[in-house]
């Protein structure tokens, strides 16, 4: 199969498309393959985003939306040419990918499949910090940074989804209007 793998040298990085091995699913994982993958922070450049040792190419990626290819022995509830969207975790760059079936999603009803690709990390992240880590409930005040980012603008949704009411910030008036236009009663340009 085809990958974008990036290597980082001295000299800088760079990024190849090569022929890789199709990888196998495990017994919790199902193989995906991809029609559209998600392009995230750590993906352009912050690190490795889950890549392997220092030295060694690896494929970036952190979602994948597509279809079912295969599933593992232990996974149920899924099965080959399901649509789906996943928290791959790195890999997300190929034509297949693997992930654990407790990271894989169906994509929203009549929501394109490229679009269903940017949702895992963004909107797992945001959900996380709100309602796991944040406790946030019914009819509190939320500051969600960051409108214009990825986790910002599912922060804002997921917050008034979950009935708060919404504050944002960003560096730019129209990162602002952003996240108003997403459900923010007010927001602040905090340049």
């Not at 974008?4 to 800088?12: E, F, K, P």
């Not at 279809?67 to 080959?80: D, F, M, P, Q, T």
């Amino acid at each position: 199969m085809r990958a974008l793998r990036v290597y980082d040298s001295a000299a800088g990085r760079e990024l190849r498309m090569e022929e890789v091995p199709k990888p196998e699913p495990r017994s919790d994982q199902v193989l995906i393959r991809v029609r559209a993958t998600g392009v995230n922070r750590a993906d352009l450049g912050r690190g490795r985003a889950g890549g392997g040792a220092p030295g060694e190419p690896f494929i970036p990626g952190l979602d994948a939306a597509g279809n079912i290819e295969a599933v593992g022995s232990e996974v149920k509830g899924w099965r080959a040419g399901d649509p789906v969207t996943a928290f791959v975790g790195r890999g997300g760059y190929a034509e297949y990918v693997i992930a654990r079936a407790v990271h894989v999603y169906q994509p929203p009803q009549g929501m394109n499949i490229a679009a269903a690709a940017s949702i895992p990390c963004a909107f797992l992240t945001a959900w996380y910090g709100l309602i796991k880590l944040g406790e946030m409930k019914r009819g509190e005040t939320v500051l969600v940074h960051a409108a214009g980012s990825g986790v910002g603008m599912a922060g804002v949704q997921i917050a008034r989804a979950w009935g708060a009411r919404v504050i944002t910030s960003a560096g730019s008036d129209a990162k602002v209007a952003r996240g108003l236009t997403l459900g923010a009663e007010a927001g602040i340009n905090y340049s």
